[in-house]
């Protein structure tokens, strides 16, 4: 289980003034054959897929909700959320409990990696080439071997009034 806070930073990869500590830890995860990171600090816990109530008149990329030991989340689809083609459920989809804007969301991907410890001055901004709807998801780029790290930022990720469902 990771510690989560719900009053952490929200730019979550991008070096603050006055952090003491240069390396930042990070949840990594797949989607697609990418490779995205989450900060530890922001993640409740990691649990198996589990059957999901659906709702109907929301939209696509959320799939209902779930009862999480007595608390009701709402569960969102990151591929379908991205925009990714489907997938099959499989034993390597998780879904990772996050904590955001005072409430708990569940996410489903496709498999947690690892953690993992990067340097702040490893994490660059992402290119302004990037289309402007997917920067405003993204905290920044690190490189992991001849692989980037897509980091994203999950405040502003769920920072919608379309995921205002469920009493996490």
Sequence with gaps: MFAGSRNAPTTEGAP????ASPVIQLVGFRLDNEDYAIAITRIQEIILMKPITRL?????????LINLR???IPIV???????????EVDDETRIIV?????RTVGCVVDAVTQVMRINRDQIQPPP???MAVAHQYLSGLARLDDRLLIILDIDRLFD???LAVGTG
């Design 77 to 87: 689809n990151l591929r379908k959320r991205f925009g990714l083609p489907a997938r």
């Design 56 to 64: 109907p008149q929301v939209p696509d990329f959320i799939e209902g």
């Design 98 to 102: 996050v904590n955001v804007h005072d």
């Design 70 to 72: 007595g608390s009701v």
């Design 16 to 19: 603050r003034p006055g952090d």
């Design 160 to 162: 919608e009034p379309s």
């Design 128 to 130: 302004l080439s990037v």
